[in-house]
């Protein structure tokens, strides 16, 4: 009975979200529910404070009182979305309507530990909406860490689906999701940051509208996270995604995860500095690269050609293994462009099965540093039964999608 319930909710909120203010009368053509079910949904979502109602002020006099409107009440609540990247911290929020409130970002060094991370967060979330932000009853936070994580239902009263793919019960919770339940006094999802960038990606970014994406990041770190089916896929044990330990060399260096030759010892900012310089290249950060590739370093060309190759042969076998539609590209090493890319694309073509070679889309990232936080957003509003369970991308980021496109190189 309360997933009923719920379902109409959902129903409802939906359409006040698309069609914006509307009369009883004209929900109830529109949801096709009968007008007890509909009048009681109604009354639960305004005294709940979910939606507001109103009487047009210019309206015609006449007999009777004008109709009166109801509407989505942006004040409601909030969703947050914060990414717990590796050396800053980034965030979003958007209200009930799926309206921006805003977002910011900080960057820290690597070794912050985690309670001057979450204050950090909350001194950013505060400035969101000139300090106006309001935290309300539908509040909720979707949360991005880095390393794998399983999931688990928040610390409070959102309703998740039944974990099939949890961990075992034992497992203790991140820290950073009971200092944020703490902080913030609202529920928390939780989920690896990369994971949350591959969401995000495929609702706003460059696969929007796809349903089958494989994304990939190339960062300090390299991973990637996969949506299937219009879902994000977290795997058994929250590893989905660590395409960054997949092996390239067996013969190759060690890697942190135990193994050798793994893509992340070869395509990660620091792997690729490392055999940049050991070639004679200077170049301390990723910038500096770029600057190289510019003014046509032979030797930095020659590198990201080798790395783009790698890089290409492991998305052609998750490609093969996975069949997905769109292939996104993100993360700092992707701002080195064509040079990367088209290595890149070369390789994918080669070794990707010929009846998928011109069908899946191999694409850069669009988001940004954003990318996680939205992510983050993404998984409240599909997990929150009064956000919606099927957010429309377009509709929500429109002002910051622009924004973190003009920060592309």
Aim: proline letters at 6%.
């Amino acid at each position: 009975m309360a997933q009923l319930r719920r379902g109409h909710e959902e129903l409802v909120l939906g359409l006040l979200r698309k069609h914006g203010p509307l009369s009883r009368g004209e929900l109830g053509k529109l949801c096709q529910l009968s007008r007890t079910t509909l009048y009681d949904i109604l009354a639960g979502l305004v005294a709940g404070g979910a939606v507001v109602t109103s009487s047009p002020q210019d309206a015609p006099r006449g007999r009777g009182r004008p109709a009166e409107t109801l509407t989505l009440n942006p004040e409601a609540g909030q969703a947050i979305g914060i990414d717990f990247a590796r050396r800053a911290v980034h965030v979003a929020a958007v209200n009930l309507a799926h309206e921006i409130v805003g977002s910011a970002s900080e960057p820290h060094d690597a070794d912050l530990p985690w309670l001057q991370r979450v204050d950090l967060a909350e001194r950013l979330v505060g400035s969101l909406n000139d300090g106006g932000l309001r935290l309300g009853a539908l509040s909720a936070i979707g949360a991005g860490v880095v390393g794998p994580v399983g999931w688990r239902e928040p610390e409070d009263d959102l309703e998740a689906p039944e974990p099939e793919d949890d961990l075992e019960s034992d497992e203790p919770a991140h820290p950073v999701q009971s200092l944020l339940r703490e902080r913030f006094g609202a529920p928390v999802l939780l989920d690896n940051n990369t994971r949350l960038a591959a969401l995000g990606e495929a609702i706003w970014g460059a696969a929007a509208g796809d349903r089958d994406v494989l994304y990939l990041r190339l960062s300090h770190g390299v991973g990637g996270g996969l949506v299937v089916g219009g879902a994000l896929h977290r795997g058994a044990y929250g590893l989905s995604g660590e395409f960054g330990h997949i092996t390239v060399d067996p013969d190759g260096a060690p890697c942190d995860c135990g193994g050798a030759g793994c893509l992340e010892t070869v395509a990660s900012i620091r792997a690729v500095l490392d055999a940049y310089r050991a070639a004679g290249g200077r170049a301390d950060d990723v910038p500096e690269l770029v600057k190289a590739i510019r003014a046509g370093d032979g030797t930095a060309l020659t590198l990201l050609k080798d790395v783009g190759g790698a890089i290409g042969g492991v998305l052609a076998a998750v490609c093969n293994a996975i069949g997905p539609s769109a292939i996104v590209v993100g993360g700092e090493l992707a701002e080195t462009g064509p040079a990367l890319i088209e290595p890149v694309e070369r390789a994918l073509r080669a070794r990707v099965m010929p009846v998928s070679r011109h069908r899946v889309s191999l694409r850069r990232a669009t988001l940004g540093e954003a990318a996680g936080a939205l992510g983050g957003i993404a998984l409240v509003l599909h997990e929150s039964p009064l956000l919606s369970r099927s957010p429309a991308g377009p509709d929500l980021a429109p002002d910051l999608l622009e924004e973190t496109k003009q920060r592309q190189p």
